[in-house]
């Protein structure tokens, strides 16, 4: 699926509940990102990692935490403390040091709180 | 850090005009300009890119061109057709770094 795979298509998580988004890609790429995608705001960064063991965080990383133990894998989980989690969460990958290539993005979870 | 502007938010058009979408971005250092195109529930794709060492770049009916001095730049679709409708996005991003700087996005409605 273009290299870069996000799972689940959808998602629902109940108030209180932690949740954890999965992104994995076999591009060999250094760099993997995760974006939140609200209508009308755009593509928002949360976290972002340049190698293994390592990440920092994005514009709006409060109720969110990542990590990155291959470099094939950065997961995402949402946690309690994030107070509007309902979104489109897209991971995108592109190579390091350079973003001269652009970024390839997964195909997104959409989550719901129910 | 770098900001990106994007204009217009939405923009129709009628099948076959042209629709142009501008972008003007803050840090001089930047030279990698990508634009992105998002379908109705799919992921972003990669359209047209431009560095800051040329002025302008096709590809059938897209073109983007750049103004460094001025620190804009912009897509343009030619003969619009309904499955150019989506939501495009530009992004700037410094060749040393991998981050790449997103606009809000345009949303374009072409009419049959």
């Known amino acids: 699926d273009g290299g870069i795979t996000q799972s689940p298509k959808y998602l629902f998580r109940k108030e209180g509940q932690n949740v954890t988004l999965s992104c994995e890609q076999n591009l060999n790429h250094d760099a993997m990102y995760w974006y939140r995608q609200d209508p009308g705001q755009g593509l928002r960064l949360i976290y972002y990692s340049q190698i293994v063991n390592d990440f920092q965080k994005g514009d709006i990383a409060e109720g969110y935490s990542v990590s990155r133990e291959k470099k094939e894998s950065f997961p995402l989980t949402v946690t309690s403390a994030q107070k509007n989690p309902t979104a489109f969460y897209l991971c995108?990958?592109?190579?390091?040091?350079?973003?001269?290539?652009?970024?390839?993005f997964g195909s997104g979870t959409r989550l719901t709180v129910v | 850090g770098e900001n990106v502007e994007q204009h217009p938010s939405t923009l129709s058009v009628q099948e076959g005009d042209s629709a142009v979408i501008k972008c003007t971005y803050s840090d001089s250092a930047s030279n990698y300009f990508p634009w992105y195109k998002q379908e109705l529930g799919k992921r972003p794709q990669l359209i047209i890119d431009i560095r800051s060492n040329v002025g302008e770049k096709k590809d059938q009916r897209i073109a983007v061109t750049l103004n460094k001095t001025a620190k804009h730049f912009s897509l343009h679709i030619t003969e619009t057709q309904p499955e150019d409708s989506a939501v495009y996005f530009c992004?700037?991003?410094?060749?040393?770094?991998?981050?790449?700087?997103f606009g809000k996005g345009t949303l374009l409605t072409v009419n049959p």
């Open positions: 992004a700037a991003s410094k060749g040393s770094n991998y981050k790449l700087t």
């Open positions: 995108a990958s592109s190579i390091f040091p350079t973003a001269y290539y652009g970024y390839t």
